[in-house]
Nanobody, 125 residues
Framework: QVRLVESGGGLVQAGGSLRLSCAASGRTFSRDAMAWFRQAPGKEREFVAGIMWNGGRADYADSVQGRFTISRNNVRNTVWLQMNSLKPEDTAVYFC??????????????????WGQGTQVTVSS
């Protein structure tokens, strides 16, 4: 059974930092793109950051560019999202996604086959 388990969410003041982790089990994702998406109340799920299978390239949403950093370790089958300079508008449930294509970093949710249950991030002003 494939599982993606996120952790590291919580409540933080604006300007603070959080580090999200996503540990995968049940299969290896060492040849797949992985990503983080988020969904705020009343809004659609949106792409936040993605990383190629070998960690050679990462893409970010404009809204988080320069503040967030995605990384991965294929031996540990884990992906992280370091979030700095957090803003209230970053408040959302953050989801880990895996099973994307090897050839790129999709930004649409339907291109990923596996999802975690989500972790809440709340940024107070």
């Amino acid at each position: 059974q494939v599982r993606l388990v996120e952790s590291g969410g919580g409540l933080v003041q604006a300007g603070g930092s959080l580090r999200l982790s996503c540990a995968a089990s049940g299969r290896t994702f060492s040849r797949d793109a992985m990503a983080w998406f988020r969904q705020a109340p009343g809004k659609e799920r949106e792409f936040v950051a993605g990383i190629m299978w070998n960690g050679g390239r990462a893409d970010y949403a404009d809204s988080v560019q320069g503040r967030f950093t995605i990384s991965r370790n294929n031996v540990r089958n884990t992906v992280w999202l370091q979030m700095n300079s957090l803003k209230p508008e970053d408040t959302a449930v953050y989801f880990c996604a895996a099973g994307g294509p090897q050839s790129g970093i999709p930004t649409t949710s339907h291109d990923y086959n596996y999802w975690g249950q989500g972790t809440q991030v709340t940024v107070s002003s």
